[in-house]
């Protein structure tokens, strides 16, 4: 399941790009009774998605006026999780297997949106076998771009057997079956002490750590951590024998912090460190945000890292912003605190930069949020 910010920044993309896309809607206001055959096709063609992202049906958003926020706090036709799982209970859905969603309200520039979430499965297609008001039994339904298959015609056979190969498994690529395979996180083993991991359920996939001694080098990030020397190791995502996938994975504090490496943007020669949700390496932050560290400090070193080390959105999205960058006026000064430089860096050319370095990044930070809200 999504979280509440993740859900959040997602939302907030979505409305900066003013437009539609193949896993987001926008309606201005709730569904009303007559509408009901609406909401169901909505949700069915959001749940038969091909991607593997959660489906999205954002509540408070006027298209006809520039995707204006609209209040709908008080909306007379709103539902919360409760009542969307009771209209779906009793739907005629081929075996009994209905999409799951869930509803979460969000405050974005202090006006209340509500979103639809209907999660991502294996289940695909779901499709009715009686009719219900104007949705037809036996249609599969998806989404292509900003459109709905229409509610009188079914998806093409492309995207059927698309559905058909996605419930199989028999739709990925080895490296996209691993990324899935990391987001269920908890079902990871370690048998040597958090240095290697394998996914119980397909022992076939590891990932595999050994200490690159070639670098030390040190990087702003680093100094979101107490102790900020940094040891890098070689990870490697390893189907049965063959390595499909191979990065870097970054040690702080003594051993006690480690993730993957993040993508870098370069402002001239000042480098700007972030993750692409679209990348292996924001899996395997995530991944070691949730496995490795369960605990009080878990939470505190990876709150400290991700405010530093932002996830910005897909290959696409984060284009977006560094072009809308381009044509913004950059501050000097950020309100964010900066940390400690260790003293025997502080006083040469590199403890000045690496001080720079982390402002640019904070400035950086502040100008997305305000990318996000726009």
């Known amino acids: 399941m999504t979280t509440r910010e993740e859900l959040r920044i997602r939302v907030q993309l979505c409305i900066a790009r003013k437009q539609e896309g193949d896993s987001w809607d926008f309606k201005r206001q709730w569904y009303c009774d007559e509408e009901k055959g609406d909401l169901l096709h909505d949700v069915i063609c959001m749940s038969n998605l091909i991607t593997d992202e959660d489906g999205i049906i954002i509540i408070g958003v006027d298209e006809e006026k520039n995707y204006e926020i609209v209040d709908i706090s008080g909306d007379s036709n709103r539902k919360n999780t409760h009542e969307m799982v009771k209209f779906l209970r009793d739907?005629?859905?081929?075996?009994?297997?209905?999409?799951m969603v869930y509803v979460e309200s969000l405050i974005i520039d202090r006006k209340v949106l509500d979103v639809?979430?209907?999660?991502?499965?294996?289940?695909?297609?779901?499709?009715?076998?009686?009719?219900?008001?104007?949705?037809?039994?036996?249609?599969?339904?998806?989404r292509i771009g900003d459109s709905n298959t229409?509610?009188?015609?079914s998806a093409d056979r492309d995207r059927?057997?698309?559905?058909?190969?996605?419930?199989?498994?028999?739709?990925?690529?080895?490296l996209e079956r691993f990324v899935s395979y990391l987001k269920d996180c908890h079902h990871w083993r370690s048998v040597d002490g958090q240095q290697s991991w394998y996914y119980e359920y397909?022992?076939?996939f590891r990932i595999e750590t050994e200490l690159d001694e070639r670098s030390e080098a040190y990087n702003y990030y680093c100094f979101t951590q107490p102790d900020s020397q940094p040891s890098y190791y070689s990870l490697r995502i390893i189907y049965h024998n063959t390595i499909v996938s191979d990065t870097l994975a970054i040690v702080l504090d003594g051993g006690r912090f480690i993730t993957a490496v993040p993508n870098v943007h370069m402002f001239g020669f000042v480098p700007?460190?972030?993750y692409r949700t679209d990348s292996i390496n924001s899996a395997l932050n995530h991944f070691f945000e949730q496995i490795v560290y369960?605990?009080?400090?878990s939470i505190t070193a990876f709150n400290s890292w991700n405010s530093c080390v932002p996830t910005i959105g897909n290959k696409a999205e984060s284009e977006d912003f560094f072009e809308w960058l381009k044509y913004q006026k950059i501050p000097k000064e950020t309100g964010r605190a900066i940390p400690p430089i260790p003293n025997k860096l502080l006083n040469g050319e590199d403890g000045k930069r690496y001080k720079e370095e982390y402002k640019h990044a904070m400035i950086i930070n502040d100008m997305l949020e305000t990318y996000w809200k726009q």
């Open 294 to 297: 369960d605990n009080t400090y």
């Open 150 to 153: 229409p509610v009188d015609k």
């Open 202 to 204: 397909a022992p076939e």
């Open 272 to 274: 700007y460190y972030y």
């Open 91 to 99: 739907k005629p859905f081929d075996g009994g297997i209905r999409p």
């Open 116 to 142: 639809i979430v209907i999660e991502n499965t294996n289940n695909t297609p779901y499709y009715l076998v009686e009719r219900f008001h104007r949705v037809e039994p036996y249609h599969i339904y998806t």
């Open 160 to 174: 059927v057997e698309a559905l058909w190969r996605k419930r199989f498994g028999i739709h990925k690529t080895t």
